[in-house]
């Protein structure tokens, strides 16, 4: 009888092992595994190009089972507060040191520089080819064929201000109109479309210049600076507080035109996470690069 016992006990152990291993995931991965990932979070302005490097980076951190990343969408003003407070632990698309200049003086006492993820980055004021003044110094004389606006983006994009402070440098005697990236882009392919007169605030890396012939007007009181660089920005804190985070993101660079290759398929109808996904898997190097594995 006490043999019989023991082996019905054995059998009930055995069940309730069994039971316990089936807790675990159907990928593998059990609730203790998934408490111990490192949680990340990454701020994202909604631009595509921070789209784009917000995308990628999260993939790769995630291909390695040991971060759970949420991404943050806030205006840009919050973003670089919310890192500066430590409740942001990255912004990945830090335009520097000019466009978002103003917003790096304002917390730099707050922010590591991690480094740079591309160079070359550029801001300023655009018009279709077909237009025949090449120069800012030029948009006065045209005034009445531009309708004396400027289309803009969102009012606290950094190219907004450095836009702000253009007109007054120039003299300019034109409004410049607020709206969304989109609406700005949508404005720009209107008025393409009926052959009219248009200037933009507008940026490179960006897949409009790959969609429709387009220039810069040249600036010769350098009213927007020069190029930037497309700039990781972290907490202080960051280093200490998650290294091999810290590390990776260090680690993390794009060239621009990969960058615009990736916006030209968000632009085309794929999901951010699509398009990185799309772009990682015809560039498989990148994860050994990022992730120090090579």
């Known amino acids: 009888m006490k043999n019989k016992?023991?082996?019905i006990l054995l059998g009930l152990l055995l069940v309730v092992s069994l039971v316990a291993a089936g807790c675990t995931g159907q990928d593998g991965t059990s609730e203790e595994a998934e408490s111990m990932k490192t949680y990340v979070v990454l701020g994202d302005p909604g631009w595509d190009d921070s789209r784009a490097n917000t995308q990628v980076l999260k993939q790769i951190l995630e291909s390695t089972g040991n971060y759970e990343v949420e991404i943050v969408n806030a205006d840009l003003g919050a973003i670089y507060q919310g890192v500066a407070q430590g409740e942001i632990d990255a912004y990945v698309s830090a335009w520097l040191?000019?466009?978002?200049g103003q917003y790096w003086e304002k917390y730099e006492d707050k922010l590591d520089y991690v480094g740079n993820i591309s160079t070359g980055a550029k801001t300023g004021l655009v018009v279709p080819?077909?237009?025949t003044i090449d120069s800012i110094a030029e948009l006065n004389s045209e005034k009445e064929k531009f309708g004396g606006i400027i289309q803009g983006i969102e009012p606290?994009?950094?190219i907004m201000q450095t836009t702000e402070t253009a007109i007054?440098?120039?003299e300019l005697d034109y409004k410049l109109s607020a709206a969304s990236t989109v609406g700005m882009v949508t404005e720009l392919q209107r008025a393409i479309n009926n052959e009219e007169w248009i200037v933009v605030t507008l940026w490179s890396p960006h897949w409009a210049f790959s969609r429709m012939d387009l220039k810069y007007l040249d600036d010769p009181k350098g009213a927007f600076?020069?190029?930037d660089n497309i700039v990781a920005v972290a907490p202080k804190t960051l280093k200490v507080d998650k290294p091999e985070l810290y590390e990776i993101i260090s680690?993390?660079?794009m060239n621009i035109s990969d960058i615009e290759a990736i916006m030209?398929?968000?632009d085309k109808g794929m999901t951010p996470e699509e398009a990185a996904a799309k772009w990682l898997e015809e560039n498989p190097e990148k994860y050994n690069e990022v992730l120090g594995t090579e």
């Not at 040191?97 to 978002?100: D, E, K, L, R, V």
Request: charged share 20%; glycine share 16%.
């Open 168 to 170: 007054e440098e120039y």
């Open 264 to 266: 030209l398929d968000i």
């Open 5 to 7: 016992l023991k082996a």
């Open 156 to 158: 606290g994009a950094g």
């Open 97 to 100: 040191p000019h466009t978002q």
């Open 129 to 131: 080819s077909y237009v």
């Open 251 to 253: 680690r993390y660079t």
């Open 225 to 227: 600076g020069g190029s």
